[in-house]
């Protein structure tokens, strides 16, 4: 679906733009694990003001039917009159993105914004004027590669691709 070489010009330019923006600023970089560690790193690279970074990883406990989010875990960085760049490896339906936008806004931040590689349009069961960064739109079908897995498997991948048989 991308090649390396496809993700690394786009993240670049997402950098540059992310650095403009934020250039007499100290924005947080919260990143949401397990997927965007790849992401993360890469965009990090391009980011050319100072800034800190963190990562957080959502809790879900399976109740009736469909998982619910309802913690998370390891932010170690007080944001309160900061601004926070939230970095997504992937939004689909959005129901992570919306809940720790939720959590991140209960910590007073001065701004908070979201940072995508990848948003499946359709899939997308919530409208984000936060989601100020995309990679790229996709459809619905499954990826994986570059962070992205499947079964825990494929994260490594330097590329990202659909409809993979393992």
Known sequence: LFEEEQIQKRVRLMGIDISRRYEHKLPVFIGVLNGCFMFMADLLKQIDVPCEMSFIKLA????????ELNELLGLGIDLEGRDVIIVEDIVDSGHSLKYTLDAVKKLNPASVIACALLVKPEA???????????????????????????????????????????
């Open 60 to 67: 879900s406990y399976i109740g009736t039917g469909q998982s």
């Open 124 to 166: 997308l069961q919530y409208h984000f004027e936060e989601l100020t960064y995309v990679g790229f739109e996709i459809s619905k079908e499954f990826v994986v590669g570059y962070g992205m897995d499947f079964n825990g498997l494929c994260r490594n991948l330097p590329d990202i691709y659909k409809n993979v048989a393992i």
